[in-house]
């Protein structure tokens, strides 16, 4: 049988994964993973003024390390058998581009400044700005936040562009675009030096970025420069038609072609989102939801175009056509902070630690490695019951149901006899509260769930938290098979791309991993959630009201 490999790159939030994988089977060959240094050192980034920021130079280096590696793994004959290239990234993560489509903080002048980066998914500091587009869509006859759940989000496309106009002058002269991570990665392996000429990828355009068929596209100008003249031309700077992950972007030019010592007939695919990436990757069929679990989550279904007839889901992260799977339509919700929210317990619990010695910093190392794995077995020793600390999950705002961003986690019920494996247990309760809250969403808005679907790192690492998510949702939970798993959706889209299957979903089947086991809610605890899940919804009722 012939030899074809597909590369499939996955950008998260600390670090890319690069995976090559045959086309034919869907067989591991090789995967990388390179953390990016300027993040993993903090730099341009200001926690507690939830903004998160990017350097380019991170993910291009991140990129030419994992594919190079990847190859190396295989052996110096891997380069001929690569077919085409995919890459999923976070969303929505844009940056500020010149004319020729350079992200300005490659530039020597704006080497060094935040605004000039990509803004990343999770940076809030365009809350005021996405306020200001749900107010200014009031104003049109045309509901241009229909097919968004009805109101937009300070982690979205626009408001984040506005925010960056309006608080750096620098920045706002020089730049001429505004451009999706998922849609700038395609844009520099196909060689493009044109910002006009970026290839708009529906997943984000359609989910962040207000763009909608039903609209022809965009919203026009108007809209934009009514709402603040800084906006004024951008819309009309960007291609008008977007496209499924399905289609090529082109191919490999000639600079990244030698760069990774591969052919210049290496098909690019158009991005997408990491998630719906993701969701692929695990095999996502109709009314099946597919759940994302990492830093954040991202809940996704898909549904046939005729059952979604005249039904607009309120709340959530978007519906578009083909944003998931092309044909069908793609729904979206999620959380600002899942994993992120243990992650946060663990910084909290490491604090003295900080204080440590270079003598003592191996201990401490040790110590960080296993703090989390220590936490999940002590949380399942724990008696579920009614008392006890509780917790609400929006330790980075609420994206859906309702996005958000200035609610706040919450701890309470906690006495001078809680330990911290307590406070673990209410936090993990609480961010499997939160899934619950966005699948009763769907189905009141009259969207059957058959079923769930959970992968990522999480899934797959904590059955104590998977657990736990079966018991509050009531619902038998399907583990996916692969930790890969957006790295394995964007190679099976690259197989697609590449030729060699006519659509995602035979690539699907001939590529998927299947799932690894199924985890049941038991009853017992079911009835004991049930009570404390009531709770959940009046402590967060409260922080609703203003």
């Known amino acids: 049988m012939r030899q074809d490999y ?13 995976l090559i994988v045959d086309a034919h089977n869907g067989t591991e060959l090789a995967t990388s993973v390179f953390e990016y240094p300027r993040w993993r050192e903090g730099r341009f980034c200001e926690a507690a003024y939830n903004k998160f920021r990017q350097h380019p130079l991170d993910h291009i280096e991140g990129l030419e390390k994992t594919i190079k ?29 010149d004319k020729s489509g350079t992200p300005l903080s ?32 009031k104003n049109f006859e ?42 700038w990665i395609p844009f520099i392996l196909t060689g493009g030096n044109d910002a006009k000429a970026v290839r708009r990828n529906i997943c984000a355009a359609g989910h962040k970025g207000l763009y909608a068929e039903a609209f022809g596209g965009f919203p026009p100008n108007n809209f934009f420069a009514t709402l603040d003249p800084l906006l004024d031309g951008f819309v009309d700077r960007m291609r008008s038609q ?11 030019c000639a600079e990244w072609a030698i760069n990774l010592g591969l052919s210049e007939e290496v098909v690019i695919g158009m991005g997408a989102l990491d998630a719906h990436m993701g969701a692929v990757g695990g095999q996502i069929e109709a009314y099946q939801m597919s759940k994302v679990i990492g830093t954040s989550t991202c809940d996704m279904l898909v549904v046939p175009k005729e059952d979604m007839v005249g039904k607009l889901v309120k709340g959530i992260s978007g519906q578009v056509d083909g944003s998931i799977l092309p044909g069908m339509i793609g729904l979206e919700a999620g959380q600002s902070a899942f994993g992120d929210v243990y992650s946060w317990l663990k910084r909290f619990l490491m604090w003295p630690l900080d204080l440590a010695t270079s003598a003592e910093q191996q201990y401490s190392e040790e110590i960080d490695a296993k703090l989390l794995t220590e936490l999940n077995i002590q949380a399942a020793q724990l008696p579920i019951d009614i008392v ?15 996005v958000n961003p200035n609610v ?20 993990v309760e609480a961010t499997c509260f939160g899934s619950r809250a966005i699948l009763e969403r769907i189905e009141q808005e009259g969207i059957f769930v058959k079923g769930v679907d959970a992968i990522g790192g999480i899934a797959k690492k904590s059955s104590f938290v998977m657990q736990m998510m079966a018991d509050i949702l009531n619902r038998p939970i399907r583990i996916g098979a692969t930790e ?21 979903q035979e690539a699907s089947l001939k590529m998927g991993k299947g799932f690894s086991e199924t985890i049941y809610p038991r009853a017992e605890n079911v009835i004991v959630f049930e009570k404390r899940y009531a709770q959940y919804l009046r402590y967060g009722a409260l922080q609703d009201i203003k």
């Open 69 to 97: 590696s990847c190859l190396a793994q295989i052996g110096q004959d891997a380069a001929q058998y690569v077919r085409a290239i995919t890459v999923g990234t976070t969303g929505s993560t844009p940056i500020a581009v």
């Open 106 to 137: 490659l530039l020597p002048e704006f080497a060094d400044e935040p605004d000039a980066m990509f803004v990343l998914w999770k940076d809030h500091t365009a809350v005021a700005e996405a306020e200001a587009i749900n107010n200014h869509a």
């Open 142 to 183: 045309i509901d241009y936040l229909q097919y968004v759940g009805g109101l937009y989000s300070s982690e979205w496309f626009w408001a984040k562009l506005l925010h960056i106009l309006r608080h750096n002058e620098r920045v706002r002269s020089a730049c001429y675009s505004w451009v999706e991570h998922s849609d």
């Open 242 to 252: 977007a496209e499924t992950a399905d289609r090529p972007a082109g191919t490999l």
């Open 6 to 18: 597909c590369i499939g790159v996955d950008f998260g939030t600390d670090s890319v994964r690069a």
């Open 484 to 504: 890969q798993t957006s790295a394995l959706g964007a190679a099976m889209f690259a197989a697609v791309v590449g030729g060699l299957y006519e659509n995602v």
């Open 408 to 427: 706040k986690g919450l701890l309470a019920g906690l006495t001078l006899g809680t330990t911290p494996a307590e406070v673990f247990k209410a936090l």
């Open 388 to 402: 006890g600390p509780f917790a609400l999950d929006w330790f980075n705002g609420r994206r859906t149901p309702d």
